[in-house]
C-alpha cells in the first residue's frame, strides 16, 4: 500500500512539472502590454475588446478588454499574461461580457464598423522585446 501511495506521488510529481510556464516548449516569452483607446476627440471608448493579429501568421492572437476609461491589457495563453514580440494589424470591437460572462455586440459604444475587421482596421503596431509595452490607439 505504501509503495503505490510513493509512486502515485512520484508520478504527480514528474506530470505536474511540465506545468511550469518554462517547462512547455509551445509557450513563447511575452511582454506585458496596455494601452488606451481613445476617440479622434480625446473621448475613452468605454469598452469593447482590443485583438492583435500576427502579421505572420506565426504567432497567438492577443486579446484584451476595454474598461470605461478606455484602458485594457493584453493576454495571450491567460488573461493579462502579456503578447509576444512581433508585428501586429489591431482590431477593436464594440464586444462586452454580459453577468453571465458571455460576449455580446453592443453597438452604443460607437466604434466604427471598420475596426472590427484585420483588413479594414488600418491599425498597426510593434511590440519590442523589451520589459513592457504602452499602447495608445487612436480610433477616427
Avoid at 492583435?52 to 484584451?64: A, F, I, N, V, Y
Avoid at 493576454?75 to 514580440?85: A, F, H, L, Q, W
Avoid at 489591431?90 to 464598423?113: F, Q
Wanted: with cysteine; proline share 7%; aromatic share 6%.
Amino acid at each position: 500500500m505504501i509503495r503505490w501511495s510513493c509512486a502515485a506521488g512520484l508520478l504527480a510529481v514528474f506530470l505536474c512539472s511540465g506545468c511550469r510556464p518554462g517547462a512547455n516548449p509551445h509557450i513563447e516569452k511575452t511582454i506585458p502590454v496596455s494601452g488606451k483607446v481613445t476617440f479622434a476627440n480625446g473621448s475613452p471608448v468605454r469598452g469593447g475588446l482590443v485583438t492583435l493579429h500576427p502579421k505572420d501568421g506565426t504567432k497567438s492572437e492577443s486579446r484584451g478588454t476595454i474598461d470605461k476609461s478606455g484602458n485594457f491589457t493584453l493576454g495571450t495563453y491567460k488573461v493579462s499574461d502579456g503578447t509576444m514580440p512581433g508585428e501586429y494589424t489591431v482590431t477593436v470591437e464594440p464586444i462586452v461580457y454580459d453577468k453571465r460572462g458571455n460576449m455580446r455586440p453592443d453597438k452604443s459604444l460607437g466604434i466604427p464598423a471598420k475596426y472590427a475587421s484585420p483588413d479594414s482596421s488600418g491599425l498597426t503596431i510593434e511590440i519590442k522585446d523589451q520589459e513592457s509595452q504602452e499602447v495608445n490607439l487612436v480610433l477616427r
